[in-house]
Structure formats: structure tokens, C-alpha cells
Nanobody, 119 residues
């Protein structure tokens, strides 16, 4: 059974920092492309950052220079370090995995962790 479990969300003041974690199980983590998405109230879910199996990263323009995605293949965990947080970063943050299960490409989502940035 594939599971992506996010943690690290919470309430923080503008300008503060948080680090989100996503622990994966049931997939071959090392070959998976991992991503963080977010969904603010009344808005569509959007990509925040992605990291390939080789460590290449890409970011939404709105978070470039403030957020950093990283992965630890030994721990099957992907992280999102969020600095200089702004109220507009308030959202539910979801972990996503593009992986291969028994030879079939598949996509998985975590249940999300809530980040609230107060002004």
C-alpha cells in the first residue's frame, strides 16, 4: 500500500519559516519524482516545487528564492523548506509522487498539511 504522509504544517507569522516533510512508503522512492503542491481556499491546486530522482528541481515563480525542495532517499522523505513566508502562502500543502508500481506509471497524493501565515 502506497502512503505519503506530510507533516510540519502550522501557524507562523509573516517572515517566518517552516519545514514540511513527506514520508513515503510502498513505492521505490529513489526513482520517483516528488513534488509539493498547494491549494488555497477558493483556488485551484498549484505546483510549488518538484525534484527528480537525479535531484533536479523546479519551482513556481512565486516561491523562487524562498522555498527549497530536497530529498533523502535513505529516509524515503522529501522536504520543503519555506522561508520568508507570506500570508499568500497560506494553503493546504500536498505531497505528490510520480512513480512506477509493478511496471505501471502511477501518481499518488498525500492528505495534506495546513500552513497558515499570519500578517
Amino acid at each position: 500500500q502506497v502512503q505519503l504522509v506530510e507533516s510540519g504544517g502550522g501557524l507562523v507569522q509573516a517572515g517566518g519559516s517552516l519545514r514540511l516533510s513527506c514520508a513515503a512508503s510502498g513505492i521505490i522512492f529513489s526513482i520517483s519524482v516528488m513534488g509539493w503542491y498547494r491549494q488555497a481556499p477558493g483556488k485551484q491546486r498549484e505546483l510549488v516545487a518538484r525534484i527528480t530522482s537525479g535531484g533536479s528541481t523546479n519551482y513556481a515563480d512565486s516561491v523562487k528564492g524562498r522555498f527549497t525542495i530536497s530529498r533523502d532517499n535513505a529516509r524515503n522523505t522529501v522536504y520543503l523548506q519555506m522561508n520568508s513566508l507570506k500570508p499568500e502562502d497560506t494553503a493546504v500543502y500536498y505531497c505528490n509522487a510520480d512513480s512506477v508500481v509493478v511496471g505501471v506509471p502511477m501518481n499518488f497524493w498525500g492528505k495534506g498539511t495546513l500552513v497558515i501565515v499570519s500578517s
